[in-house]
């Protein structure tokens, strides 16, 4: 079994308006959305709706332990979101998962648009990282287990 590795994107959320509860309960149900978003509404739909889309595999892979939320002034977090890929990637691998990821953070923006909640993640995150805790050295210009990992992402 292989170990995952991790894309962790740090954005900018907005708040468009305040909280309508406590800022601490705001950003723990927050984080909770994001778990409960991806590892059961979008797994459920995923599973029994007729989908053609390739299967995105960073829809359940959200690591909500590792994943961060932290005020940074009245209406402005930074919220850091930990992606799991359930292998080591090349460079190519990893520049293509984060855009993925990007693009996943996007639907979000989306989401939160369609149902008129007043929050929106900035466009593009201030801050991008891959960890792989499988490989001894993770400097991007090492050798990876895969040469060409094109077919992962379709």
């Known amino acids: 079994m292989s170990t995952p590795s991790f894309m962790f994107l740090e954005y900018k959320l907005k708040l468009l308006s305040l909280p309508k509860r406590d800022v601490q309960e705001f950003e723990d149900k927050f984080l909770e959305f994001i778990q409960n978003f991806c590892e059961i509404l979008l797994a459920n739909m995923r599973d029994y709706f007729p989908n053609n889309a390739i299967d995105n595999t960073y829809w359940s892979n959200i690591y909500y332990d590792w994943s961060e939320i932290e005020k940074l002034e009245d209406t402005v977090y930074r919220v850091k979101l930990a992606f799991a890929h359930d292998f080591t990637l090349s460079k190519r691998g990893k520049k293509k998962f984060a855009e993925e990821c990007k693009n996943f953070v996007r639907r979000l923006n989306k989401f939160f648009e369609i149902f008129e909640f007043d929050v929106?993640?900035?466009?593009?995150?201030?801050?991008?990282?891959?960890?792989?805790?499988?490989?001894?050295?993770?400097?991007?210009?090492?050798?990876?287990?895969?040469?060409?990992?094109?077919?992962?992402?379709?």
């Open 120 to 154: 929106r993640f900035e466009d593009e995150p201030f801050n991008i990282e891959y960890y792989d805790p499988g490989s001894e050295d993770n400097d991007d210009e090492d050798l990876f287990l895969y040469d060409d990992d094109d077919d992962l992402f379709g």
